[in-house]
């Protein structure tokens, strides 16, 4: 989860390093410190403080002249968001700094043992022994690349480590396993980071580090070797979007600025994959249709994602469907074959349970395909196919347009191997290629909701109720009002209600309710679900599109669309409703407490 950067350069480190933890503070702020080698065999400069950046650079009174250093955001796993337990973590000299994402899973084990050496910890991460450890082997070996070499063989677990060492005042040493590293080639200066968004200001191009490799950086140079010290090719490649799309370009927050690119980043994920009335989809030409189920694993929004694909899928390949949350999937004992086809769903790549999970199922035979957002990510690479979003960097904790491209993906998918598989279909291009347009249409309209929301300001509680695409919608607008606004709600299948749900429900209690179009099968039975929590004194939110004559006092209007493509179109003002929620209740909405972006530990 957390973020890290590291510099090496002419330009000043301490500015280039917090402008960087400011741009990956969406991946942790329980603390953020930062290490600078400002002179060379002399004890780093060391600052760290739990809460916000803003607190470490209250800090930092004085501008440093260092040209070197890491910096590291944290999301807390071992030890609290204290003083001392933020990273970096140095050895005794004071000289050798390491900060880390993920979780040494050894490391109670590596503690005693440099306990026993005479080593006197302070905190109560698992990361101080990484530096206690390298420090020793730095002594011995006198190359800290070689140190962390070694010291990685020793290490169980998932981690991206980076380190500094007064010695070697111009060189920044990474390594990672499991855990997201990239490289950002810069002219006479280098970055080491979490992600892209961390450099793009200064640089577009970057390395892809594979898994248990170590990267040594100086201003001059980038050498990637494997665990035993061979030469690695990393793979170069070009970032594609602009730094500005990584700011708020106006919008107060970045979740508000991300829910109005929503048309955009749907209209990108289209592009170039529609033809007449064919969707053509190059990256899965190689990927045999023969298979007999598919499998699609996901966490949080993206499991949302591939509960709603999982109607699209049956309906347009004709094949059973299964959607799994992966973060419990590699726990049981699951019959795979080569038969059947893995869809794993993660916007950032780096998404541990779902990697885990990933692993797991090419372990046992299957087809994977990977739906992500960023290219280059660990997800991507260890796929036999990938079909990318593109929806541009969503900095928001709370997924929005991340979510709505993914399930365009799907989309894409089920219609592209319907067609492969010479299943007649419905004419759904020119359906998903008015989504944008549509999806416009509601945020052009949406003060009255957002108005209608501060309206229920004292809710202590708020149901959800959907049907057939409808549910897993439910599902996500209660997720976003628990991410955002910290309260209670659930989301229920609307049959499901009267089989114990329908408790929960007394005089005032709000409760939004997907409607189908009028066309559905279920359509009848989803207004037969409203009457009877209006019956039991429920205050409901019907979100419906025009064929349907509620007579209901509040109504969220969606244009007209296939019953498939609905979700598309509902799930917009159930993000609105958590949004101004949450400012309601004076919650910071683009870094809810305890959550992170990214989650890269299991």
């Known amino acids: 989860m957390c973020g890290i950067i590291g510099y090496t350069g002419s330009d000043s480190a301490q500015a280039r390093i917090i402008e960087g933890l400011r741009k990956l503070e969406y991946r942790g702020y329980d603390s953020a410190g930062i290490a600078l080698v400002e002179e060379a065999k002399k004890p780093l ?74 080593h006197k910890f302070k905190s109560e991460t698992d990361t101080e022994s990484v530096a206690f450890l390298l420090a020793d082997e730095l002594k011995k070996t006198g190359n800290l690349a070689s140190a962390m070499r070694a010291i990685c063989k020793r290490l169980k677990g998932s981690f991206t480590l980076l380190a500094v060492d007064s010695d070697n005042p111009r060189i920044i040493v990474g390594a990672r396993r499991n ?83 929503q048309p955009k980043a749907v209209a990108d994920t289209l592009l170039g994959r529609i033809k007449g009335e064919k969707v053509e989809l190059a990256e899965l030409k190689d990927i045999k249709i023969d298979f007999e189920r598919i499998l699609i694993l996901a966490c949080g929004t993206a499991f949302h994602a591939g509960l709603i694909g999982k109607y699209a899928l049956e309906e347009w390949t004709h094949t059973p469907v299964d959607v799994e949350l992966a973060s419990e999937f590699r726990y049981r004992k699951p019959v795979l074959s080569n038969k059947t086809l893995v869809i794993t769903i993660s916007q950032s790549g780096e998404t541990m349970d779902t990697l885990m999970a990933l692993r797991h199922a090419k372990s046992l035979g299957a087809t994977t395909i990977s739906i992500c957002n960023t290219i280059g990510s660990t997800i991507p690479r260890e796929s036999d196919a990938v079909l990318y979003t593109h929806a541009g960097p969503e900095i928001a904790v709370a997924s929005t347009k991340a979510l709505l491209t993914q399930i365009i993906a799907i989309y894409l998918i089920a219609l592209n191997f319907g067609e492969r598989k010479g299943i007649k279909l419905p004419n759904m291009t020119g359906e998903l290629l008015e989504l944008p347009n549509k999806i416009q249409k509601i945020l052009e309209t949406v003060e009255p909701l957002r108005e209608m929301t501060r309206g229920y300001k004292d809710a202590t509680s708020v149901l959800f109720l959907g049907r057939h695409v409808g549910y897993p919608a439910a599902l996500e607008g209660a997720l976003k009002l628990k991410e955002l606004a910290y309260m209670h709600a659930e989301g229920f299948a609307g049959g499901e209600l009267k089989h114990g749900p329908i408790a929960l429900i007394e005089n005032g209690t709000p409760v939004i309710a997907i409607v189908p179009p009028a066309s559905s099968e279920i359509a009848a039975k989803m207004i037969s679900n409203i009457e009877e929590v209006r019956a039991r004194g429920a205050r409901v939110i019907a979100i419906a599109d025009s064929s349907f004559n509620l007579e209901i006092p509040e109504i969220i209007r969606i244009p007209k669309s296939h019953e498939l493509l609905q979700p598309i179109l509902s799930i917009v003002p159930l993000q609105v409703f958590a949004y101004e929620m949450s400012l309601l209740k004076g919650n910071d909405v683009d870094q809810p407490r305890n959550l992170a972006k990214s989650v890269t530990v299991e």
């Open 45 to 118: 400069l060391i600052a760290k403080r739990a809460g916000k950046l803003a607190n470490l650079e209250e800090a930092l009174t004085k501008e440093s002249r260092a040209s070197a250093g890491i910096g590291h955001t944290r999301w807390a796993t071992h030890g609290g968001p204290t003083d001392m337990n933020a990273h970096p973590h140095a050895d005794e000299t004071g000289k050798v700094a390491v900060i880390h994402n993920g979780i040494i899973e050894n490391y109670l084990e590596l503690k005693h043992e440099l306990e026993i050496r005479g």
């Open 179 to 261: 855990s997201p590293l990239v490289v950002g080639v810069g002219k006479g200066e280098n970055y080491l980071a979490s992600d892209v968004s961390a450099f793009i200001a200064f640089t577009k191009s970057a390395l892809e580090l594979g898994q248990d490799q170590v990267v040594e950086v100086s201003p001059e140079k980038v050498e990637v070797t494997d665990l035993d010290g061979r030469i690695v090719t990393p793979h170069a490649y070009e970032i594609t979007w602009d730094s500005k799309a990584a700011e708020r370009g106006g919008f107060k927050h970045f979740m508000l600025k991300e829910i109005y690119e």
